[in-house]
């Protein structure tokens, strides 16, 4: 009788559960009940998160294999379904003043693969890189990594599970068997279920919280749109802070404490090498070194399908994933018109095939329609430079990071409401360490002077007063912008579920909260007959118009 008193709880609760669901997706508005009026969350005085990283004490940041057996191993995607790419490091880092770097030719790069656990008879062969993070200074230690090695996958099934190890047998040293599934075919009929889309992740406390958060939502892709591990908050001695400059203002170059990147990768290895991650830039992994060098640690460490994309370069690129589009954009690279990104980003546009992926999703790091104190309009010559090209092609929904809160953004265009504009949604609210942005421009008092504002990487001025509308004269606005639908300071992660090729459920999930409860939750809807698109005739090299 108690087994079923046990069973007969278990059954109301979920009952209980299915109903709650089932009222609240009856409640959930679209961006056709939009624009709406502009919501801010007071910030949570009792929660402010425990931003403090991860030590190297901590056993999911420790090493655990034994020579040169596969540790940091991760999945990503190639530009189709039928690819995708293993990475994994090999052998043990060096930090010092006298560094002697490994030999990458001593170690293979294989993976065994199948759709039967017991019968990996596939095999493939990939490369192996190493680098270093220089300094030429006295007194600053150097680092030279383990052993990368980036393996890609083809001739894959959609849809289809694959069992993988990676190593070298003829030492042998292989792993344990992992598995991922590959993306569905790119269609108007096919999408992966769920998409976790997070930023400025790190490696604290907080982001341990994210990452469960975001495990529990079993997602079957992950995008992470820039700042990774944070490891330039540190010198070379591995001694932290919240402000680099702050702290250290003497220090003859920005350091970096590079093992912090090590640390990452073995803490994400339970998620990453079973669910494919996508990575982007952020200002974090530009990490400047010796002879004007950036982004050694970015460029090695992840693979990129780059090449499979027509880009010259891993600080840009895209992919699909089922009937989506993505177009992972570098806010830390040259985009004006006669620049390498821009003339890339131009092209790949122009050769989507909006029957075969009906969404189109842009990322970058530094967002456009923040209405945050932190970073406000320092992107401002991206969007002067990319702005009417993206929404000339019609791009649905923009991810960005780098303002630590999270804020969702109306149809919007030019600083103005248009039904036919992305949705800017930013999630730089993955965990770190420098804290929650929680001051707004609009805030008496908290608008930025204008000269301070412009990235100090990129350089440049474009951002002048408004001209028009109710901001018209200033530069900051002294009330929540109407473009801005809601905005909150919590950590947290987002979800997005395509359901088909005008319908996509948006939800964004705080930490503190539990599992199953979302923050914000709306329908993005496209509505292609009202904003058909018209493609840019090159040839004759004339701009397309949306209309």
């Not at 059954?11 to 961006?31: C, K």
């Not at 170690?107 to 270093?132: C, E, M, P, T, W």
């Not at 705080?510 to 809807?525: C, L, S, T």
Request: glycine share 8%; with cysteine.
């Amino acid at each position: 009788m108690k087994y079923f008193g046990v069973v007969g709880l278990i059954l109301i609760w979920f009952l209980v559960f299915v109903s709650f669901v089932e009222v609240n997706e009856g409640q959930i508005l679209t961006t056709l009940d939009g624009p709406f009026k502009p919501v801010t969350v007071p910030l949570d005085q009792s929660f402010r998160g425990h931003a403090v990283d991860l030590p190297d004490t901590d056993p999911r940041v420790q090493r655990t294999v034994k020579g040169f057996e596969p540790e940091q191993i991760s999945v990503s995607l190639s530009a189709t379904y039928d690819s995708v790419w293993i990475s994994w490091i090999t052998g043990e880092y060096q930090i010092g003043y006298n560094i002697k770097p490994l030999d990458p030719s001593e170690v293979g790069s294989v993976v065994q693969y199948g759709k039967h656990i017991f019968s990996l008879r596939r095999k493939a062969i990939g490369q192996s890189v190493i680098y270093n993070q220089l300094y030429p200074f006295e007194g600053l230690q150097n680092y030279t990594s383990g052993i990368i090695h980036h393996v890609q996958l083809t001739g894959l099934k959609p849809d289809t599970l694959y069992y993988y190890r990676c190593g070298d047998p003829s030492i042998p040293a292989m792993s344990t068997i992992y598995h991922f599934k590959t993306m569905p075919i790119s269609s108007p009929k096919s999408y992966p279920k769920r998409i976790a889309i997070v930023g400025d992740l790190g490696l604290t406390y907080n982001t341990t919280s994210t990452i469960s958060h975001l495990m529990g939502n079993n997602p079957d892709l992950v995008l992470l749109v820039g700042d990774v591990t944070y490891a330039n908050l540190y010198l070379t001695n591995g001694t932290g802070s919240d402000c680099y400059s702050c702290s250290f203002p003497d220090t003859p170059i920005h350091e970096t404490y590079q093992p912090r990147w090590d640390y990452w990768g073995r803490y994400m290895q339970p998620l990453v090498s079973k669910i494919p991650i996508m990575v982007l830039e952020g200002n974090h992994e530009i990490e400047e070194q010796a002879e004007n060098q950036t982004f050694a640690a970015y460029r090695s460490r992840f693979a990129f399908p780059s090449k499979e994309s027509g880009s010259s370069s891993p600080l840009y690129y895209s992919f699909n994933a089922g009937g989506i589009h993505f177009i992972m954009l570098g806010g830390y690279v040259a985009y004006n018109k006669s620049d390498d990104q821009y003339m890339w980003l131009e092209k790949d546009l122009a050769n989507v095939d909006r029957t075969v992926t009906p969404w189109l999703v842009a990322t970058w790091h530094p967002p456009w329609y923040s209405t945050y104190t932190a970073h406000y309009r320092e992107a401002e010559c991206m969007k002067v430079a990319m702005e009417e090209l993206l929404y000339e092609y019609g791009v649905d929904l923009v991810f960005n990071g780098h303002v630590h809160a999270y804020e969702r953004s109306n149809r919007v265009y030019n600083y103005t409401l248009d039904p036919c504009g992305p949705v800017h949604i930013t999630v730089g609210d993955g965990g770190n360490r420098e804290k929650m942005a929680i001051e707004h421009a609009d805030e008496p008092g908290k608008c930025p002077e204008p000269s301070s504002t412009p990235d100090k990487f990129m350089g440049g001025f474009c951002a002048y007063n408004f001209t028009s509308g109710p901001a018209a004269g200033n530069f900051c606005w002294d009330q929540q912008p109407e473009y801005s639908a809601y905005r909150e300071s919590s950590f947290g992660h987002g979800i997005l579920e395509v359901k088909n090729e005008t319908h996509a459920l948006w939800t964004w999930h705080r930490n503190q909260d539990m599992y199953n409860k979302a923050g914000d939750i709306i329908y993005i809807v496209r509505q292609p007959e009202k904003c058909p698109i018209k493609p840019k005739k090159q040839m004759m090299g004339n701009k397309g118009k949306r209309y």
